[in-house]
């Protein structure tokens, strides 16, 4: 087994100003080739610091992977430490120079002359290119150990882990480890766990974490087995989502959003959303998946009484009668918008996100969801307890898997 070090570096970290992401991206990449993180730690920008935290890794580390300190700004001495630590002087390199002036001309923006600074690097260092930044990574070996030095900015260190380091690193570990997620949502993690409690306990070979993650709970499988093939452990994937059912919504990467696009296209249907309570947070994340465009046709944001009536045509004796808040009204918002805009499904939320305007018979994190469609229609009740912005996002997640519930469900759209 092979052992890795995390330093994540940066003032910033240790402020609570920046939330450190890095470190849970290398983790999780460092799992799948079977390299186990021995030690983590985030340490602010100080030449003394970063080295004291060098010397503290144990002799077992064979990796160690530091991200951040690689910039411009007066707090960025990565590259100092490097040159220090490694004993090794800084010199100018001018293909790292060539590179930092082909992105700024492709990019049409004149180069600063202090951007030249970033094509000093050690001497000896062996240079990882950055081909979507400024900063360059680096590589070192010392007393039995590599370091690689990476950007802070998320986006270039993923990349230049992905192409440079992920793939040396994968030649060096013979170990096998399979893992796959499931994406689960409407159940708390107890639930799940009740569920599926006597599976685990059929299945010792396999590690299984149920991670909650407002507003899923997830479900990591892990097989580690030189013997073991991935159709095992996919096999394994399906007993559960047997044993959960519809709880499941999707498998590694998915989220809600995609999955309900994907049945949108399958069946060659149209949305439009009228949102209340959500106040245009399910368009948000509908609209952020690529092609939304063939099936996402319009959103109404209907805040007001006046709003739901004059844009939707929601009947002024149904607010009178049930209220805003109401399976009746969330029905009338659903086939307004469905019906003004020509789409095949007509989907609305109207709630109490809070912390005011309950009452006993509707408290706050009431929500309505209506949907719609040319032969049926149906409202669901949920009730949140959590805080407003959590109440918001939990009715948006309710709102998508409800309406992903019924395209897998129903066949009658038409």
């Known amino acids: 087994m092979i052992n890795a070090a995390i330093i994540t570096v940066g003032n910033e970290l240790l402020s609570g ?3 450190e992401t890095n470190s849970q991206f290398l983790i999780l990449q460092l799992k799948n080739i079977g390299i186990v993180v021995d030690f983590l730690i985030s340490v602010g920008d100080s030449i003394e610091s970063i080295i004291y935290q060098f010397d503290q890794i144990p002799p077992k580390v064979k990796i ?44 049409h923006l004149e180069l600063n002359p202090i951007n030249k600074e970033q094509a000093y690097l050690p001497k000896t260092a062996e240079i ?27 986006r270039e260190m993923q990349l230049m882990f992905l192409e440079k380091i992920l793939p040396e690193l994968s030649r060096l570990s013979d170990q096998k480890i399979f893992t796959e997620t499931l994406h689960t949502t409407g159940l708390p993690e107890a639930e799940i766990f009740a569920k599926i409690r006597q599976w685990i306990d059929d299945h010792p070979e396999t590690n299984i974490s149920i991670l909650p993650d407002f507003p899923n709970v997830n479900l990591v499988l892990t097989l580690i087995d030189e013997q073991v093939k991935r159709t095992e452990l996919q096999n394994q994937v399906k007993e559960l989502e047997n044993i959960l059912g519809d709880v499941v919504y999707g498998r590694g990467t998915d989220t809600l959003e995609v999955v309900v696009g994907k049945l949108l296209i399958e069946r060659d249907l149209t949305l439009s ?20 465009s063939q099936y996402f046709m319009h959103a109404s944001i209907c805040y007001s009484n006046q709003a739901k009536i004059q844009q939707l045509g929601v009947k002024s004796e149904t607010l009178r009668n049930y209220g805003a808040v109401s399976m009746q009204t969330a029905i009338e918002m659903a086939e307004g918008v469905r019906r003004i805009m020509g789409t095949k499904i007509g989907l609305s939320t109207t ?57 897998k469900l129903r066949q009658d759209y038409d």
């Not at 930044?133 to 150990?145: P, Q, S």
């Open 17 to 19: 100003v920046v939330q």
């Open 64 to 107: 160690v992977l530091v991200t951040g300190g690689l910039g411009l700004t007066h707090d960025d001495v990565t590259k100092a430490v490097v040159s220090q630590y490694f004993q090794s002087p800084l010199a100018f390199n001018s293909e790292v120079y060539e590179n930092i002036h082909q992105l700024f001309k492709s990019r």
């Open 128 to 154: 990882l290119p950055n081909r979507v930044g400024t900063a360059a990574g680096m590589k070192f070996k010392k007393d039995g150990k590599t370091f690689y030095f990476m950007p802070g900015v998320p």
């Open 273 to 292: 959303v009228a949102e209340s309570c959500t106040g245009g947070l399910i368009s948000h994340r509908l609209t952020n998946i690529p092609r939304s």
């Open 351 to 407: 709630g109490i996100a809070g912390p005011a305007g309950g009452s006993a018979a509707k408290p706050v994190g009431t929500v309505y969801i209506g949907i719609a469609a040319d032969k049926s229609k149906e409202c669901c009740h949920f009730l949140s307890t959590r805080d407003r912005i959590l109440n918001k996002c939990y009715f948006s997640q309710m709102a998508l898997n409800q309406l992903r519930l019924f395209l």
